[in-house]
């Protein structure tokens, strides 16, 4: 049986599709949805072993946007920020700023430990709360758009890699 708060979430998902505008739990669940991509994705590449628990890195405005239009809001104070690692929780609170997000926010496996795997998400600087504005909507991922682990330099396709 689902999980009675995913389900619920899942619901306010469907009905909120008849309006323009993310919820925090939906943008929660979307990042959710992401981390649990990314992570299978980068199985494919990886030989680590990938520990359940994540934890994730933001690079905020990597697009450095300047005032591109007036329906975004931008953030330059976040030009070159990086945080330490922080919970999904914290990646919410961080990234969910008057009920807008970022148009897009690219999520990969960026490194594992012991106890967690941590995702970088790269974040651009434009917020928007207009669905159709977000990068990845068509896909249903919202904002974010799953990438695959950095790559060593001389990759061979099909090699798997230590991260």
Not at 3 to 10: G, V
Not at 42 to 65: C, H, Q, T, Y
Not at 98 to 107: A, C, E, F, H, R
Request: glycine share 4%; aromatic share 14%.
């Amino acid at each position: 049986m689902p999980n009675q708060k995913w389900t619920e979430i899942f619901f306010l998902i469907l009905i909120s599709n008849i309006f323009e505008q993310m919820t925090k739990n939906e943008f929660q669940f979307h990042l959710a949805g992401a981390s649990i991509q990314a992570y299978r994705f980068a199985m494919k590449f990886v030989n680590n072993k990938l520990p359940i628990e994540f934890r994730f890195v933001l690079e905020l405005n990597v697009s450095s946007d300047e005032k591109a239009h007036d329906k975004f809001d931008i953030y330059p104070n976040d030009n070159g920020k990086i945080s330490s690692e922080i919970s999904e929780t914290e990646v919410v609170e961080l990234l969910y700023r008057k009920g807008k997000i970022p148009v897009w926010i690219d999520i990969n496996v960026y490194k594992a430990d012991n106890k967690s795997t941590t995702f970088k998400l790269l974040c651009a600087g434009r917020y928007t709360n207009i669905k159709k504005d977000y990068y990845y909507n068509h896909n249903g991922s919202g904002p974010f758009g799953i990438k695959s682990p950095i790559l060593p330099p001389n990759y061979v396709e099909g090699t798997k890699f230590e991260i």
